[in-house]
Each structure stands twice: as C-alpha cells, then as structure tokens.
Nanobody, 115 residues
Framework: QVQLVESGGGLVQPGGSLTLSCAAP????????MAWYRQAPGKQRELVAT???????NYADSVNGRFTISKDNPKNSVSLHMNSLKPDDTAVYYC?????????WGKGTLVTVSS
C-alpha cells in the first residue's frame, strides 16, 4: 500500500502564509507526477499545482503567483508554499502522485483561512 503523508495544515489569518509537505516513497517520488489538490466544503476536488520530474510546474489560475510547489529530493517530499492566503483557500488539501492511469492519494490536511 502506497502511503502519501501530508503535514502542515492549520489555521491562518487572511494574508498569511503556510507550507504543506507530502512525504512519498522514493520510487513513487522519482517516477510519478506529484501534485496538490484541494476540496472546499460543498465543492468538487480541484487541482492546485503539479510538478514533474524535470521540475516543471503548473498552477491553477486561482493560486498562480501566490502558491509555489517544490520538491525536496533528498527527503522524497513535495511542498506547497502558500502566500497571501484568502478565505477562499480554505479547504482540505490532498497530495497526489500520478503515473499514467495510476493515482495515489494522501488522507488530506485541513487549511483554514480565517480571522
């Protein structure tokens, strides 16, 4: 069973910053496309950011310029650095690893943006 383990969620004020981390098995981390998704209450899960093996990244329009996805190769982890957070960013954030039609998911970590 492949385990992706997220950490770093919590409560933050609007305009604040937070960093999420996702630890993955080494073989998964090196071979799969890594991504962060989020699901807000009452909404569908949406893609937030992706990073591929060569380091190329892609972001949802709603977070572009505020969020940064990065890989820490020695630690087999993927981080999501979130700045200028807004109440609309409140959601459960999920780590995802994808290879062709194979998907692995973490259990999610809650981010709440509120004053």
């Amino acid at each position: 069973q492949v385990q992706l383990v997220e950490s770093g969620g919590g409560l933050v004020q609007p305009g604040g910053s937070l960093t999420l981390s996702c630890a993955a098995p080494g073989n998964i981390f090196r071979s799969y496309i890594m991504a962060w998704y989020r699901q807000a209450p009452g909404k569908q899960r949406e893609l937030v950011a992706t990073i591929v093996n060569n380091g190329n990244t892609n972001y949802a329009d709603s977070v572009n310029g505020r969020f940064t996805i990065s890989k820490d190769n020695p630690k087999n982890s993927v981080s999501l650095h979130m700045n200028s957070l807004k109440p609309d960013d409140t959601a459960v954030y999920y780590c995802n690893a994808r290879f062709v039609n194979i998907n692995y998911w973490g259990k999610g970590t809650l981010v709440t943006v509120s004053s």
